[in-house]
Every structure is written in C-alpha cells, then in structure tokens.
C-alpha cells in the first residue's frame, strides 16, 4: 500500500505537465486508485480476525485476495479464499447508490427516464475519469 501511496504524493506534488514527454495516460492515477488508496487502510483495520486481506502488487490495489478462516459454526476451521478485482467504475458505484436516502434525486430520475439518466452517468464518467 505505501508504494501506491508514494507514487500519488509524487503524481500529485511533481506535476510537470507534458514537457516530460511522456503522456499523461502512463502517469495518470485513477479516481479507483486514489479511493482505494484511502480505503484499503481502513479496510484492514476494520477486517474481523476470521479475515485476511493479502495484496500480491502493492501498485494494484484493485486487486486482493481475501482469505476467511471462520471460527465458528459449521465452517469452522475452513478456509475460502477470494480473488476480488475491483473495477475501473468503482468510483460510481458510491456516487449512484440508489438506495442511499441521500441521493433521492438521482433515484427519481434513474426512475422516471432511464435512457436519459444513462446519458447523463456516461457523460460523467467521461468528464470525471480523465
């Protein structure tokens, strides 16, 4: 996680603009990235001890392994491992959460014009995932 970390506070603090020559597409961070470089820290301090959260490429944190040792009922003693890949539009998901009591607007309109509100959550994510 600190690798990641590091390279958004360099990202962030050595902006040169494009006079380095490389394009902005190999130096971007994504908003994914940059949520879940705040997120995986509380994750793993609010993971129960039955679970473990492992991360093969630090510089990947969209993609975990999720390890659960129950410790009691009928799986006790098991282990279940997950491969958890996070997606590009994990960002949205937040931001379009029609059962949040917070985001009735966006509910309504998902509600009464479907086609349009597509329209609008494309146009979003074209202006807002640069």
Known sequence: MLT???KLKRDDGGKTGRASGASDSTHRVSIRDRLLTK???ELEAHLPSTCKASFPDEDKL?????AV???EGYYQSGRFQFEIDVP????????LNFDDPLNIDAAEHHLRDKEDF??????YVKHYAR
């Open 88 to 95: 590009e539009a994990y960002n949205m998901v937040d931001l």
């Open 4 to 6: 990641l970390a590091s």
């Open 39 to 41: 997120e995986v820290s």
């Open 118 to 123: 597509r329209n609008k959550v494309q146009d």
């Open 62 to 66: 969209h993609h975990f392994q999720l």
């Open 69 to 71: 040792s129950p410790d």
